[in-house]
């Protein structure tokens, strides 16, 4: 007979089976609900995560997009202070070649006065007097050096003015390069998408970085760019005025001084000529005088030599009537005759020397003094030629090259490009 082999098992109660099952079931019902609950949740948080997280990043996107615009906004008025600002520059630059051409020009009438004034140490003697013309090339000379102190200031001012610009246009020039950075990182943040390649994680991207400004320190600092190259701009347009005014003004005063010179040149030419007209009629006169006076001269010595030939011939007559003979030695009316005409003709003769000495005596001051109007005309002869020459010298002043001046636009408070010459004026003397 066979034997039933029981496996030994802990054997449960049907009622624990029961039981079991029961809570299986229980169990699974009760979770399927807590699923279910998870789900619901999941699926709302992921509807509302995914409604934030595109709203989220649309907001940024048009926050980045409104910050793009803000920032190329002050870059296109940075753009615009820029070129307004190496306009300037130009017109600064131009201006103070400007000056440093009329300081240069300014050389030639200082030679030119300097060389008159050497010219006219040459006069000699009575001729060598300060007359209206030495006073005149001294006041051109200190003219000319006022106009050459103010025209170096002025280019100095210039200069000094143009590395201020030059440093604000670096400022400006920075802080465009900046922005022009800056546009290009938040348009390629803009144009990132959930599609863009190699996204990734960062390390702490929320951190703030050092020496961070907050966005009014940034609006501030690109106004205050902005309006300090403004102001050095307007500065810089009042400065050309200045400079052109300077210009203008020291050229008017050097034209004017040119004049009045020129003016007292002529009058003194005129006035020498008159004087050397007078010394050629009073040379002429005097030569004249003199040729007569000669010619008396010889007559009264001609004169006085025949006296003397009668004085003889009176002498010789009364010595040979001392030897007549005896009561024939008397005085007789032809004795009485030849004393009268002896005595009178030593008194003839001693007038006539006493004449003759005093004839030649004017005979040499006529020509002594005949020798200084000669001197003199020459004296004068040399002083006209020097005044003369100094007045060829002179026309250089007026042959010149020209000179500058900028026209400013009172309207636009703008420098044009081209420089005008200024016309020169001549005051004839009439």
């Given at each position: ?18 039981t ?23 699926r ?7 409604n ?25 008025m ?26 240069q ?8 006065v ?49 590395c ?11 802080d ?5 950075e800056?546009?290009?990182?938040d ?48 500065a ?5 005025e200045?400079?052109?005014?300077t210009?203008a ?79 024939e ?11 009268d005409?002896l005595?009178q ?5 001693a007038?006539?020397?006493q004449?003759?000495v ?16 000669q ?7 040399n ?11 002179r ?36």
């Amino acid at each position: 007979m066979a034997t039933l082999s029981v496996k030994p098992s802990q054997r449960y109660q049907l009622s624990d089976w029961r039981t079991n099952s029961y809570l299986l079931s229980t169990n699974a019902e009760r979770q399927r609900n807590a699923s279910h609950q998870i789900r619901q949740e999941a699926r709302i948080l992921r509807n509302e995560t995914n409604n934030q997280t595109i709203w989220d990043e649309h907001d940024n996107s048009a926050g980045l997009a409104e910050r793009i615009y803000t920032v190329n906004r002050w870059k296109e008025m940075l753009d615009k202070c820029l070129t307004d600002l190496d306009a300037e520059i130009d017109s600064l630059t131009q201006m103070k070649e400007a000056v440093e051409q009329n300081l240069q020009a300014k050389n030639l009438p200082l030679d030119v006065v300097i060389e008159c004034l050497t010219l006219r140490e040459s006069r000699r003697d009575i001729d060598m007097v300060t007359d209206p013309v030495e006073e005149e090339l001294v006041k051109e000379v200190e003219a000319i050096e006022d106009t050459r102190k103010a025209l170096q200031q002025r280019a100095s001012d210039a200069f000094q003015h143009l590395c201020l610009l030059q440093e604000v246009r670096q400022q400006l020039n920075s802080d465009h390069r900046d922005k022009m950075e800056t546009l290009e990182i938040d348009r390629g943040c803009l144009s990132l998408n959930l599609t863009s390649p190699n996204p990734s994680l960062k390390i702490n991207p929320t951190r703030i970085p050092k020496d961070c400004t907050t966005l009014q320190e940034w609006d501030e600092f690109s106004r205050l760019n902005k309006n300090r190259a403004e102001s050095e701009i307007k500065a810089s347009i009042e400065l050309r005025e200045a400079i052109a005014l300077t210009i203008a003004q020291t050229n008017n005063k050097l034209e004017a001084q040119r004049v009045t010179t020129d003016f007292a040149f002529r009058k003194r030419l005129r006035e020498m000529e008159g004087f050397y007209s007078e010394l050629k009629w009073q040379e002429q006169n005097t030569m004249e005088e003199i040729a007569e006076l000669q010619e008396d001269i010889r007559h009264l010595e001609e004169d006085l030599r025949k006296k003397t030939i009668s004085l003889k011939l009176a002498h010789t007559r009364l010595e040979s009537r001392t030897y007549r003979p005896n009561v024939e030695l008397c005085q007789d009316q032809a004795q009485f005759g030849l004393s009268d005409e002896l005595h009178q003709l030593e008194t003839t003769i001693a007038t006539m020397k006493q004449k003759l000495v005093q004839a030649q005596d004017a005979l040499d001051a006529l020509s002594k003094h005949l020798a200084r109007i000669q001197a003199d005309i020459a004296c004068k002869t040399n002083s006209m030629l020097l005044d003369t020459k100094c007045l060829d010298i002179r026309r250089k002043l007026t042959l010149a090259a020209e000179k500058f001046v900028p026209r400013v636009d009172t309207f636009k408070r703008t420098t044009n490009r081209t420089l005008a010459p200024i016309k020169t004026c001549q005051l004839e003397l009439t």
